[in-house]
């Protein structure tokens, strides 16, 4: 069973920055599409972003629009990990933020509390 796990989260000001780490352990990750989700309080969680495979994010369904032009998702294979860079981040951003396959595959960890306020 893959475990993932969420860091990076913080608190910053609005147009401020933050990376998101997602370290997957317990399998290989590398053949599958990963997903970055966040979930506001009182609201659904929400894909924002996802990436193929081979790195591929120029779909135009990889990212949701209300992050696209400001987050990038990466990953690195060898290293079981996927990143989310989150620039300009805004008060609507506030979530905590979660990994997972674009399936949702596995269980979701903890998450990643990010809260954006000055």
């Known amino acids: 069973q893959v475990q993932l796990v969420e860091s990076g989260g ?20 590398s053949r599958l599409f ?5 979930q506001a309080p009182g ?3 929400e894909r924002v972003a996802y990436i193929t ?10 990212y949701a629009d209300s992050v696209r032009g400001r987050f990038t998702i990466s990953r690195d294979n060898a290293k079981n ?9 805004k008060p ?5 933020y979660y990994c997972n396959t674009i399936t949702k595959l596995y269980p979701f960890g903890q998450g990643t ?3 954006v306020s000055s």
């Open 53 to 62: 495979t081979d790195g591929r994010t120029n779909y135009p369904d990889s």
């Open 10 to 29: 913080g608190l910053v000001q609005p147009g401020g920055s933050l990376r998101l780490s997602c370290v997957a352990s317990g399998s290989s990750i």
């Open 92 to 96: 609507e951003d506030t979530a905590v």
């Open 34 to 38: 990963m997903a970055w989700y966040r």
């Open 43 to 45: 609201k659904e969680r």
């Open 113 to 115: 509390q990010v809260t």
């Open 81 to 89: 990990t996927v990143w989310l860079q989150m620039n300009n981040l």
